[in-house]
């Protein structure tokens, strides 16, 4: 709400989401944050270090899949600083009303200082083709009491 009530303002507003600089293994793919979903690479696992500390709260996967070709089926894994649980998902098929580029969000919450994606295939599965890895952390200054849809708290 702080961000959007300075941007209606006129006000300069820091972007809330890091930019990510992801590292396969140990060599640095500017690829995967520049946000051009140029092609995708076959990815089973990339990791990331930020500057300073940012609350992150899901982590999006985006699969270059043309159309006609198989779907990636597997797990993804987040791990934060130390390899400690930081999120998973599921991804069983393509969604055909999101075209080429397919999207797969991870939810994740904490205080992170580095994150680790890891792709696990499913047997059969063809390759998981990345063309992009983004995190939001977006959420970092909201305090959420009740769902506002039904009056309820959330569990």
Same mark, same amino acid.
């Given at each position: 709400?702080?961000?959007?009530?300075?941007?209606?303002?006129?006000?300069?507003?820091?972007? #809330?989401? #890091?930019?990510?600089?992801?590292? *396969?293994?140990?060599?640095?793919?500017?690829?995967?944050?520049?946000?051009?979903? %140029?092609?995708?690479?076959?990815?089973?696992?990339? $990791?990331?270090?930020?500057?300073?500390?940012?609350?992150? @709260?899901?982590?999006?996967?985006?699969?270059? $899949?043309?159309?006609?070709?198989?779907?990636?089926?597997?797990?993804?894994?987040?791990?934060? $600083?130390? +390899? !400690? #649980?930081?999120?998973?998902?599921?991804? %069983? &098929?393509?969604?055909?009303?999101?075209?080429?580029?397919?999207?797969?969000?991870?939810?994740?919450?904490?205080?992170? @200082?580095?994150? !680790?994606?890891?792709?696990?295939? *499913?047997? &059969?599965?063809?390759? /998981?083709? *990345?063309?992009?890895? +983004?995190?939001?952390?977006? /959420?970092?200054?909201? %305090?959420? =009491? =009740?769902?506002?849809?039904?009056?309820? #708290?959330?569990?």
């Amino acid at each position: 709400y702080r961000a959007m009530a300075a941007y209606v303002r006129g006000e300069l507003v820091p972007e #809330p989401d #890091p930019a990510p600089e992801w590292r *396969v293994a140990g060599t640095p793919q500017p690829a995967l944050g520049d946000g051009a979903f %140029t092609g995708g690479q076959d990815l089973r696992e990339a $990791e990331t270090r930020f500057p300073v500390p940012v609350e992150a @709260s899901a982590v999006d996967v985006y699969f270059d $899949e043309p159309t006609g070709a198989r779907p990636w089926h597997g797990l993804i894994r987040v791990e934060g $600083e130390d +390899g !400690k #649980p930081a999120g998973w998902a599921l991804r %069983t &098929g393509h969604e055909g009303a999101d075209g080429r580029y397919q999207v797969v969000t991870v939810p994740v919450r904490g205080m992170h @200082s580095a994150l !680790k994606v890891r792709l696990e295939s *499913v047997l &059969g599965s063809p390759p /998981a083709l *990345v063309s992009e890895i +983004g995190v939001d952390s977006s /959420a970092a200054d909201r %305090t959420v =009491d =009740d769902h506002l849809a039904s009056g309820a #708290p959330y569990r």
